[in-house]
Each structure stands twice: as C-alpha cells, then as structure tokens.
C-alpha cells in the first residue's frame, strides 16, 4: 500500500516559490546570481561564522572541507563508523584512510573516549558527526585534538540548528560541513555549504569549488578544482527555507516530546538528549530493546501506511572498508537495533499517536 506517512517530506511554501519564480524570470538560474551570496550571507549569520561556502550537494562540501585543511594521500583522519557513508567516503576521495572510532551507547555519537588511542603519526583530522541532531560532546575531542595537533572537522548534515554548550554545530571545529538534501531541516533540493572562521580556508574553498580559477586572471587555473557550485535557484529555496529554520525546529522538538511521552513504556529508547545538548531532532528515532524484531516491527507499520528507515549500517562493515579490520561493538548494535520514524515538521498531533498506537499494537 502506498505510505500515508512517509518517514519525511520537505515543507515547500509560496515563499519558496516567489524567489524561484524569481530566479525564471531574471534569466539567473545557474551559480551567478544575487540569491548565492545571499544564502551565504544568511547562513553564516544564522551560525554565528565568518565565511559560508555554497556548494552542490553536502558530500562535496565534506570533500571541499578536508581538502581545504591540507588532507591528502595517506593521512589517516578519525570518523565514527555510524554514520552515513559519505563523511567515510570522502576521507577516500582525498587519498586518506578513514580510521573507524566506536560510538556510545546514550546518546549514539563517537565516543571521545575511543578516539586517543586511535591516533597515529599519520592522524591529521577527527571528522565529527553530528547524528540525527544530536550534537556530539566536542570539549574532551577538543582537548585530544589540540594535544595531538590535529584538525576538527564537522559534519553538520543532520544537525543544523544543534547546539552544544550554547554554541552552535558548525562553529566548534576549524571547518564544518551541512547538507540540504531534501530531507534535510532546510532543503534546496540538492545543496551544502561549508563554513569556517579562518580567512585562508575559506578562500582556498572558493577557489577549489570553482575549478581553481585564479582570482585576478580569467581562465586562468593554477591548481586542480571542481565545479562544486551552489545554482542560484537552490540558493533561492534556501533564503525561504531560512525564514522558516527557528518554527521548523521549534516544532521536530514538540514532535520528539511527543513520541517520549507517548512510546515510555514500551521495550524500546527513544532518542536521549544530553544535558549539554540542544537536540534538533532531524529524525526521530527508537533503538529496540530486541533487535531480532525489528524488520517484523517494521513490516507492520508499513502495512499500516506508516513508512520507516533501519539505522545506517557501520561503514567499517561495508566492502570497500572492512578490510581495515575494525570491530566495534557498540556501531553494531545501534545499526541493527534502530529505527527512523517519520520526522517531519507537517506531522500533526494526531499522526503522532496514531503511530504510537500502531507500534503498541504490536508489542
């Protein structure tokens, strides 16, 4: 049967359309045009950062990112293996070899307490993931990285609008990354953006984005780049979607009280929210106390319209990757115990209960 609730769907209004409608009728529909740098303006104010960097998708800001901070053949960069594959892949698309660091159990991000024993000679950068809009704890990460020199990178993708400590995601390492993909909390369809306080990142992100051309001679390229640019009509959905952020978030965090109250007393968690955190909620999400019924649980819910999501599998369990070896147990249970319930701001009350209600029924 078709999903009467599938797990997310984007919020596109008539603001939205009057600045794409406006894009049509100017003619400025690929990266020039003034909605790009009004994006980008908006959203490094909306972060509290110096330099916002538009770019096509939120994979190539990761790539855009670590080779922006000097990452390269052979480098070894630390990343949780509970995430999506592209903050693993583009560790690889640089050369470098992605090292596999264990999550915890509350709050399902890295666990600072893995990553020190992790760090070799060639460890250059730990890469943060901020998942499903927890952010994680940075102070202690950011202790072993300024021990050991070494760059923090964010991944952002699923957290825009988190915060940690009262400082939000994306200002808490030398350079961060997010995604607005179009389940993301602010979508453009496809897009991302890299962000960052220092001048020199943010300039060689510039260039690297744009097929490395030489700022004061035209056509003229004096190092390897890509085409990873922002179309001014994705940037024009992202100034709408941007008005909206605070509402959007404001309501992903009423969904996630709901399902608490409404889910407490059955065999399964629900997404904890650290004392330090201000969760967002980009998915809202439950890790079973059995995971050997997770996929009937699943079925059942989709037999009753209501679309779900397994966890991400550990990436160090993935071909390309698990000939590295890593074993980590507590990666293994979250990606084989959770679920991804519908998490969109439009959700009513009632969508809320009757989907409680469908998973009571089956337990």
Known sequence: MSMRLPVYQPFIGEKEKEYVNECL?????SSKGSFVERFECEFASFLGVKH??????????????????????????????????????????????????????DYWQINPSKIEELITKKTKAILLVHLYGHP?????IRVIAKKHGLVIVEDCAESTGSKY????????????????????????????MVATNHDELAWLARKLKGQGLHENREYWHDVIGYNYRMTNICAALGCAQLESIDEKISRKREIAALYKAELS???????????????????????????????????HLAM???????FFWGAHTMPMYSRLGAELPITEVLSKSGINLPSYPQLSDE?????????RSFF
Request: proline letters at 3%; a negative charge; aromatic letters at 10%.
């Open 265 to 299: 007393d059955l065999p399964l968690g629900t997404h904890k929210e650290s004392k330090l955190a201000y969760h967002t909620y980009w998915m809202n999400s439950v890790l079973l106390e059995d995971w050997s019924v997770r996929d009937d649980l699943r079925k």
């Open 25 to 29: 009728s100017s003619g400025w529909i």
């Open 52 to 105: 916002a960097i538009s770019v096509c998708n939120g994979t190539v800001a990761l790539h855009l990112a670590l080779k922006s901070v000097g990452i390269g053949e052979g480098d070894e960069v630390i990343v949780p293996s509970f995430t999506y594959i592209a903050s693993v892949n583009a560790i690889s698309y640089c050369g470098a070899v992605p090292i596999f660091c264990d999550s915890e159990l």
């Open 136 to 140: 994680c704890d940075v102070e202690p």
């Open 165 to 192: 400590n009262g400082e939000m995601t994306g200002v808490l390492g030398e350079v961060s990354t997010f995604s607005f993909f179009g389940n993301k909390t602010i979508t453009t369809g496809e897009g991302g």
């Open 304 to 310: 009753n319209g209501i679309e779900t999501r397994p």
């Open 351 to 359: 969508d809320i209960v009757y989907i409680a209600q469908s998973i």
